[in-house]
């Protein structure tokens, strides 16, 4: 059984609890999410949950097939990274005083292609989009230095191939 990680796309009405219920599909299998993001959709009044695990083909099949028994489930797919264009973003709580005394730590930001997105005479935030492994090199490259807070998103996505999801959805809603 090879597992490959997965991109699960879930289009769903907005109803309390339904996160609770996906999650408890995966929990059930013995399955880490990696990462999940729950945002709007491109169809008013519907969102989309991203969800990236670790599963074999045959587990992300049956593990679909659960989540389209949700009531509010309208549509789920699944996809491999290389059918994903995909992204997540992070900031970064540095000491303001490291952004003019160590020179090497403006270099690592342009070179990372980060952005300053705000500075005070306390701390800078350093905002970066990019792949997992891009924004874990900042990190690794930022730690030696002392990082004061940091966060990273849940993985977006958009498939390469065009899926006519707003059709599909549109047909389904009405």
Do not use: W
């Amino acid at each position: 059984m090879k597992k490959e990680k997965y991109t699960v796309s879930i289009y769903t009405e907005n109803n309390l609890g339904l996160l609770n219920r996906i999650a408890t599909i995966f929990l059930k299998r013995h399955i880490n999410i990696e990462s999940l993001t729950v945002s709007s959709s491109e169809i008013d009044n519907v969102s989309r949950f991203i969800i990236v695990a670790d599963l074999s083909e045959a587990q992300v099949k049956k593990i679909i097939g659960q989540i389209e028994k949700q009531v509010e489930v309208i549509k789920a797919y699944y996809h491999t990274n290389d059918e994903c264009i995909y992204l997540q973003s992070a900031l970064f709580k540095i000491k303001s005083s490291l952004l003019f005394e160590e020179r090497q730590i403006q270099n690592i930001i342009k070179n990372s292609n980060a952005q300053i997105v705000t500075v005070s005479p306390e701390f800078f935030v350093i905002e970066k989009s990019g792949r997992k492994e891009e924004i874990e090199n900042l990190y690794d490259e930022l730690a030696t230095f002392g990082i004061m807070q940091f966060v990273r998103s849940g993985r977006i996505s958009v498939t390469k191939e065009e899926m006519k999801i707003s059709e599909i959805l549109r047909k389904q809603l009405n």
